[in-house]
């Protein structure tokens, strides 16, 4: 069971190291140019390994049209926000605010699927929202010259973007939970969402304003950190969750699996070589320990 548990850790870091590697690409392309790409790579996988496994006949046609929505709000919409909120505010402070999903995905669940959540559950979303508050507002100053750190444009529109990619995540996710629990295969899901989300924001090649237009021209390293990021966060970091859920006890997986904050100021520590101050650790820790008892109990 140990072995599954640290799958878990695996999983959140990659998504901790995806993270960085996009957000040297979202401020180099553009946060939406950078989706754009991003979902290319990352529909072109889903859909091999769908292919590869033979799950496409666990998709009943009466699932498309809850599965496409969920995929406008979640990945069209949902992602678009959080790596145009990358751009501008670096992947600690996007990270941290990201982790907003699960006090959403429990308030969602109690108003539209009338889920009863418990006393701690409810206690773990001010905690999560708490820590929030602590990381963001006295989070790193040490490393505010390093170019992870640096805002771009205006700190509040950053955080409400980050804060409603969050809310984008959590109602895609309720959304698919009554498909999951029928028997559709969550990578069949993945791909589908991901693929018609990347045809929709191809469209935006048309649009002639200046946020859909990348801010400078593709090149190797581009599309192979796009590559990168797409294969650690969506392929690979998934599946390890994936396999880690179907063997140990879920609540601790997704605990365990949401520590990508921590990682990311592990990561910043090494590569800025100045350890990150008091305040983004201890909001950090609040937020994932919020975010544990939101899942354990």
Sequence with gaps: MIYYYWIAIAAALCWAIASLISADVTRNLGGLAFNRLRLFFVSIMLI???????????????????????????????DTLLFVALQKIGPRR?????SLAAPFTVII????LKEIASFISILGCFIVFFGVVIA????????INHRWETIEGSLKIGIFLAICAALCQAIGVVMMKPILNLGADPIASAAIRTAS???????????????????????IKIVLQSILSGFLGMALGMSLLLIALQKADAGIVATLSSTSPIMILFLLWIFTKKIPNIAAWIGTIVAIFGTGLIFVY
């Design 94 to 98: 996007n990270n941290i605010l990201f």
């Design 109 to 112: 669940n109690i108003i539209f």
């Design 197 to 219: 989300s990347c045809v929709l924001l191809s469209f935006t090649f048309l649009l002639n304003f200046e946020i859909f237009k990348a801010k400078r021209s593709l090149n």
């Design 136 to 143: 963001i507002a006295y989070g790193d100053r040490k490393n």
């Design 48 to 78: 091999s390994y769908t292919f590869f496994i033979d799950t496409w006949s666990t998709i009943n046609a009466d699932y498309l049209n809850v599965i496409l929505i969920s995929g406008i709000i979640g990945i069209f919409i949902g």
